[in-house]
């Protein structure tokens, strides 16, 4: 294990590829009713899955202790303090006005508008409040997209993923805390006061695990060289980089998508948002983020117990995150499966856009996670969801049995993916054909809820061979605009197209309609948008889509299906708030590599490549005691971290915390250099060819609509 100064400045952090940032008042969806090809496969859905099987129920409400009522948390500190950081009320839909009873048979039943595993799902996923996990652990669920998880140590709660803000983090400590005389606490068995927070532990790095921890913990208590009594924060190797970096490069794209992943724009209703697979949705309230002082950077370390108890850490970088890890508590026979075991198929790749994710690695991991614990193991809980015990007296270990069918189901995906792919299919011929064995399927933890097995199965082909399928017809095709047009035009025009399309509408094939009208809308509703023909094609392609969207098990799958058909229907609304991605927060947080990485990406190469002589410039930030070498040639940024040349063009005397108000456009640089030697003129040539000032209409760019 590492340890890791905490910087004495730590600010308030990023929310990057969730989308909190958007629970916004919606435009109303104009929703068709699902129709009877859509009504008969969820009819089916209902004769091939065992609907009978409501186990999940009774773990999803077991150990339950208390909830807030009504479950509302209100936005405390931030700008936008006219609505709450989380409310569930609007999802009482799904209950029909019940008090979350632990049997489907008291809710009401799936409407055709909703695949009906997807709606058994968004119903489990109503169950909110505090729940015991074995005396000592104890989970908040349902007030987040994730879960918050409390252990009792000898002075105070070692807290695990505080949420995705600070607003939904604190409520969650206060009611564990304002019940903790109902929690029978094995160390504090007579407490009524609250417990301190004596640890906190990041299982990875994405942002609805680590944004809410100022609200549990104030950045001043946390150990540091000042403070070496502190709290610790724990989180696995490349944490912090990961945090900052993974949607910050591209984190306008990602969050744009996100938008559609989640369902932020749509009503939430029977016709619009139910779901996310892993959770309702994400909180709206503030982003923090308190830099991690002791790093995992290993499996199985013989570490000093965290507030006197027994943690055993294994290292699981690539899996669900570039970095993660799982923990065993031997005292408690309780595994922590961050989220590499929840009870949905994940993702292998992320809709809203990312890094396609290691499957062979992810079931590696725990295979070895089962040979590490499987024989001490009760019960495994997540970060998602409920947890799974074992049941005394039964032959098998549940705990055992979970976990290897979620190692096989990734694996299956996997090797059968490449199985097909070396006898010659591609990539959209086997995510086509591809089931899982009964085996498999019939677990209601290996559903895709989340991820998909159609867009897993991409995801591993297109790991080890990328997007191109090695047809020649699809190395050089035709972008969008250009191709549909072509498609329209040898189909007889827009309004033959039309015709056929309407006509395989009726018969349900929806995926093709939206394919075709798709083509029809890009190659020729750019400049005809008022067209009857385009307004048509507009209309039938938002029909076959919600149509799609009601079909689907996925949550994101439908969300995507039905914004889009929203936005066919009324357009891109670019007068919606803008996320602030590059905050000053974000930029504060990000270390110098990060900032000159971020640059190169900004940087108009055509622009810069004009100056055939280039430009070299050292920086040095006297601040932080770092130099560079920064290198604009062939319109590529480069740096060298510690290298400082005698001849370049300008040599820069400068605080980092000044370049980072000139990034944010608060300061101009002629007013922040210390020093300069050289021609300064130089480097003010060089920094208008970075394209840092975004229109806030630039956000909300086309999708659905060329």
């Known amino acids: 294990m590492k340890c890791r100064k905490s910087p004495t400045n730590w600010l308030a952090v990023f929310a990057a590829f969730l989308i909190a940032w958007m629970q916004m008042s919606p435009t109303a969806l104009a929703a068709n009713p699902a129709s009877q090809a ?7 859905v209902l004769l091939d899955l065992p609907f009978e099987n409501i186990e999940d129920f009774d773990l999803a409400t077991r150990g339950f202790i208390a909830r807030l009522e009504p479950p509302i948390i209100e936005v405390i500190e931030g700008e936008e303090n006219d609505r709450p950081a989380w409310d569930l009320e609007p999802y009482n839909f799904l209950l029909d006005g019940q008090t979350v009873p632990s049997s489907p048979d008291d809710l009401p039943e799936a409407p055709y508008t909703v695949n009906p595993s997807l709606w058994r799902i968004s119903q489990l996923n109503m169950q909110h409040g505090l729940y015991e996990v074995v005396p000592g652990i104890y989970q908040v669920r349902g007030y987040d997209l994730s879960v918050m998880t409390l252990v009792e140590g000898h002075t105070g709660w070692i807290l695990i993923d505080p949420l995705t803000s600070k607003e939904t983090a604190k409520a969650a400590l206060d009611l564990a805390n304002a019940n903790i005389a109902n929690m029978q606490l094995p160390r504090h068995p007579r407490r009524t006061k609250p417990l301190p927070v004596s640890a906190v532990i990041y299982t990875h790095s994405h942002v609805d695990h680590f944004a809410g921890v100022q609200g549990v913990i104030a950045p001043e208590d946390v150990k540091s060289e000042d403070n070496p009594d502190g709290v610790p924060i724990y989180a696995p190797e490349g944490f912090l980089e990961e945090a900052v970096s993974e949607n910050v490069f591209v984190g306008d794209a990602m969050s744009r998508r996100g938008s559609y992943m989640y369902g932020t724009l749509l009503p939430k209703g029977i016709d619009g948002q139910v779901d996310s697979g892993l959770g309702k949705t994400t909180s709206s309230g503030q982003f923090t983020l308190i830099a991690p002082t002791d790093i995992i950077d290993g499996t199985m370390e013989d570490l000093p117990p965290v507030d006197g108890i027994r943690i055993q850490f294994q290292n699981v970088p690539g899996s669900e995150a570039p970095a993660e890890i799982m923990f065993y508590f031997p005292e408690f026979h309780a595994l922590c499966a961050s989220e590499d075991a929840t009870h949905t198929l994940h993702n292998l790749y992320t809709l809203r856009g990312a890094k ?67 006898k010659g299919y591609t990539m959209l011929e086997i995510a086509e054909d591809f089931k899982l064995p009964d085996s498999l399927a019939n677990e209601w933890y290996n559903r895709g809820y989340y991820g998909s097995i159609n867009h897993n199965v991409k995801a591993v082909y297109q790991r080890y061979l990328g997007w191109f399928d090695g047809n020649p017809a699809h190395l050089h095709s035709l972008p969008p605009e250009q191709a549909g047009a072509k498609y329209i035009e040898y189909m007889g025009g827009p309004a033959v197209a039309i015709e056929k399309a309407e006509t395989d509408y009726e018969n349900g094939k929806y995926r093709w309609v939206a394919q075709v009208m798709s083509d029809l809308v890009f190659g020729f509703c750019k400049d005809n948008d008022i067209d009857l023909d385009c307004l048509d094609a507009k209309q039938l392609e938002a029909d076959a889509l919600e149509q799609m969207g009601y079909q689907a098990e996925s949550g994101p799958w439908r969300n995507f299906f039905l914004t889009g058909a929203q936005e066919l229907r009324d357009g891109v609304n670019t007068r919606l708030p803008v996320p602030d991605v590059i905050s000053a927060e974000v930029i504060h947080s990000m270390t110098s590599d990060l900032i000159f990485d971020y640059l190169a990406i900004k940087l108009d190469g055509w622009e810069a490549a004009k100056n055939e002589e280039g430009y070299k410039f050292n920086v ?63 480097f003010q040539d060089f920094w208008s060819l970075l394209d840092l000032d975004l229109e806030p209409s630039e956000f909300w760019f086309n999708i659905v609509l060329p």
Do not use: C, M
């Not at 614990?373 to 009760?378: A, C, N, Q, R, S």
């Not at 070498?629 to 290298?643: A, D, F, H, P, R």
């Not at 101009?668 to 050289?678: A, D, F, N, P, Q």
């Open 356 to 422: 396609v994710r290691d499957s062979l690695a992810w079931a590696n991991y725990l295979s070895e996670t089962i040979e590490l614990f499987g024989d001490d193991v009760e019960v495994v809980f997540a970060s998602h969801h409920w947890p799974t015990w074992d049941e005394p007296g039964t032959p098998e270990n549940e705990v055992v049995e979970y976990l290897k069918k979620q190692r096989d189901l990734y694996k299956y995906i996997h090797d059968q993916t490449l199985h097909q792919a070396n």
């Open 38 to 44: 859509t009504k008969d496969i969820h009819d089916q």
């Open 620 to 682: 040095i930030f006297p601040d932080t005691s770092e130099n560079y070498l920064l290198s604009v040639e062939n319109g590529v940024l480069t740096y060298t971290n510690g290298k400082l040349i005698g001849n370049p063009n300008t040599t820069i005397f400068i605080n980092r915390t000044d370049l980072d108000d000139v990034i944010l456009g608060d300061k101009e640089i002629s007013e922040v250099v210390l020093s300069h030697g050289g021609e300064l003129q130089d």
